[in-house]
């Protein structure tokens, strides 16, 4: 059976569904945008056309778009190809939409719930077994017009004609660049990458028992290494403390057992302070930084010291030629190891989650600089550094050898890519050629 996706039904008209929504709006595609009242369905199209950003580009798009409400006009997702969930990230929210669209939509119509990390086998669990055919994770990410990024991830009983669909339509149609998840815990982006952040917060306390500063950390875990300027805490505060106290509390009951962030999931204790005062961030107006308005008008930037428990103005940090680049990882002061921890630590991480999380580095590769603006991917670090240099760095620590590394290193193999990044190092230890972007 083959499935073309021609229309799109949206469920859910927050941020993530209006995105959703006027994307495919703006490719010219018919769109029913439902919300649970008429007041939520006047603010999603409120976003459409008047968002930060707009979710289309050209107000007159917006006419492709039927709005409604979920209790209403339900049963009107019979009239279209594609009907993607995108309701708040709650479990029994989800399950108990799929149940009642089940009988309403129309057979072989393709289903997707846009979920960052709530695995499909619980969302589906004792569903229909048509509709456990016929779905499938579409992760966007946010703002979905912007971010490149978009995870497809299949369920055991999800149809090849499915992932063919969404595949073509998301990637071919709507410019993003797919990559294949499986079906666990934050799949591939949020789950490396809330990895660097959580692990990267407990690393930085010690950092700073050690005199390394704040500022220096945020500079060290940007450029040098390839990472936005925001590093590790201005990205959170962007974030949310909050929303990284959920992260760690999803992570503690759905990681593996034995999984290497499992160390992580709690906050630091200076940093579970700043949760409980509602130091939470930029939504808050302060977290690890705050902007402070002077009398004469300018504005200054201050800094949360964690080690003195006080704000302080902020610094801006120097790095000397040795900890400009990745070859930090390998310098012998509390700087170079704290870099080694959390930058070391997320490579490491990331070598060992192949096949759990995905069938191989390039979709990981992918996930990271297309979901996060890496400027490379970690099996892209691991060739920048050299991969035997962190092989020996590791053995010499006393440390078990991550599965892609051990791969690498039994294949007699020097780097992960080659050819320009033409072919990659697969789990067999052959290299196959790169599928196309």
Request: proline residues 5%; hydrophobic residues 40%; aromatic residues 8%.
């Amino acid at each position: 059976m083959s499935r073309e996706i021609k229309s799109v039904a949206v469920i859910g008209g927050g941020t993530m569904g209006t995105g959703i929504a006027g994307l495919c709006a703006q490719r010219g595609h018919k769109v029913l945008l439902l919300d649970v009242s008429e007041e939520a369905v006047e603010k999603a199209r409120e976003r459409i056309l008047n968002g930060r950003p707009p979710a289309v580009d050209e107000p007159e798009k917006a006419d492709n778009i039927t709005f409604g409400t979920i209790d209403a006009d339900l049963a009107q997702i019979a009239n279209y190809d594609w009907i993607c969930e995108a309701v708040i990230e709650d479990l029994e929210t989800k399950r108990a939409l799929f149940e009642k669209m089940e009988p309403l939509r129309r057979e072989g119509s393709v289903i997707s719930t846009n979920t960052s990390g709530i695995p499909l086998r619980d969302v589906t669990e004792g569903l229909p077994d048509s509709l456990r055919r016929d779905i499938a994770v579409t992760h966007f990410f946010n703002p979905v017009k912007i971010m490149r990024l978009m995870e497809l991830v299949p369920g055991e009983d999800t149809t090849p004609d499915v992932m063919d669909a969404l595949a073509d339509f998301t990637g071919g149609g709507l410019g993003k660049g797919v990559v294949y998840a499986k079906d666990t815990v934050n799949f591939i982006g949020n789950r490396i990458g809330c990895y660097w952040m959580l692990s990267g917060l407990h690393y930085a306390t010690h950092a700073l028992e050690n005199g390394v500063s704040m500022e220096e950390i945020d500079a060290l875990m940007s450029g040098p290494v390839g990472l936005p300027p925001t590093g590790l805490y201005g990205l959170i505060d962007l974030i949310g403390l909050d929303v990284m106290d959920l992260v760690g509390k999803n992570l503690a009951v759905n990681l593996p057992d034995g999984d290497a962030g499992a160390d992580f999931v709690a906050l630091p204790v200076p940093i579970q302070g700043m949760l409980e005062r509602g130091q939470i961030g930029r939504k808050a107006g302060a977290g690890f930084y705050r902007m402070q308005k002077l009398d004469d008008g300018s504005r200054k930037t201050e800094v949360f010291d964690l080690t003195a428990g006080d704000w302080r103005d902020f610094r801006k940090a120097q790095l000397d030629d040795a900890h400009g680049s990745l070859d930090v990882l390998f310098t012998d002061d509390a700087a170079g190891r704290f870099a080694w921890q959390i930058m070391g630590g997320t490579l490491c991480y990331a070598a060992d989650l192949i096949p759990e999380i995905a069938d191989d580095v390039v979709n990981i590769d992918r996930a990271m600089t297309w979901g996060f603006a890496w400027g490379q991917g970690p099996f892209q670090m691991l060739d920048a550094l050299g991969p035997t240099r962190v092989i020996e760095k590791i053995e010499a620590g006393g440390g078990a050898l991550p599965k892609m590394l051990s791969v690498l290193k039994d294949a007699g193999a020097e780097t992960f890519y080659r050819n320009d990044g033409a072919a990659f190092l697969d789990r067999d230890g052959n290299y196959h050629q790169t599928p196309p972007e």
